[in-house]
């Protein structure tokens, strides 16, 4: 069974550009890594408190690493997220909807500021490790949204389909393609994975989110 898969558009020059790694646990967690043009990393977490519709997350206000390796957002099928950092610390961390009872929820949302600028995928990388997704419409700024359950996926007909298995558990995402509305941070290009608000379990109503931004 392949446990990585990579996140791909191919675009302009018909190369494939990595936008971000999925990796997948032997209980069936998965975990994400945004690419990042220079190993250049901005993460933490945020609250959304109850009431409020959206919140201004300002990246470079969070925790900051140039690493070979990306921090890691992981979701435990059990209903567990957790932001871990190249070093090894983690974050708070938060209760989540377990696997079983999504239902078409939104799990994350990754937006690109600039295709161009990521890195190609290798020559003659196993092409089953791959989600490759094409670009149409040759967009440099976009975005990929994922959600997951089975049943839920069927209002969202235009989304790939991917069926993620551990041994002891499994959940199906959907991945779509999108133009971004996501603003601009200070010029800068790269990859922002932001996750968790629809799928978190917070008994005062707040939304909770992690995010990871690769610059």
């Not at 990585?4 to 018909?14: A, L, M, N, S, T």
């Not at 977490?45 to 900051?64: C, H, M, W, Y």
Request: net charge positive; proline share 7%; with cysteine.
């Amino acid at each position: 069974m392949t446990r990585e898969r990579y996140f791909v558009i191919k675009h302009g020059d018909q190369i494939f550009r990595k936008v971000c790694k999925m990796t997948i646990g032997r209980d069936g967690s998965y975990y994400l890594f945004p690419e990042s043009p220079n190993r250049h990393y901005y993460y933490d977490r945020a609250v959304i408190p109850k009431g409020q519709a959206s919140t201004d997350i300002k990246f470079r206000k969070g925790l900051e690493v140039n690493a070979a390796q990306p921090p890691k957002i992981s979701f435990h099928p059990e209903g567990q997220m957790t932001l871990e950092s190249p070093e090894g610390e983690v974050a708070d961390r938060v209760v989540a909807t377990p696997f079983a009872k999504l239902d078409g929820d939104h799990l994350a949302t990754i937006p690109v500021e600039d295709l161009d600028s990521l890195p190609r995928m290798e020559p003659g990388t196993n092409v089953g490790k791959r989600v490759a997704l094409l670009n149409p419409q040759g967009l440099r700024s976009l975005k990929l949204v994922l959600w997951a359950g089975a049943c839920g996926l069927k209002r969202q007909p235009s989304c790939r389909k991917l069926k993620i298995e551990g041994e002891r558990s499994s959940i199906v995402v959907g991945v779509s393609l999108e133009q971004s509305d996501h603003r601009r941070t200070n010029g800068d290009t790269g990859v922002v994975v932001i996750t968790g608000w629809d799928v978190t379990c917070d008994p005062a109503g707040a939304m909770h989110l992690y995010y990871v931004f690769g610059v």
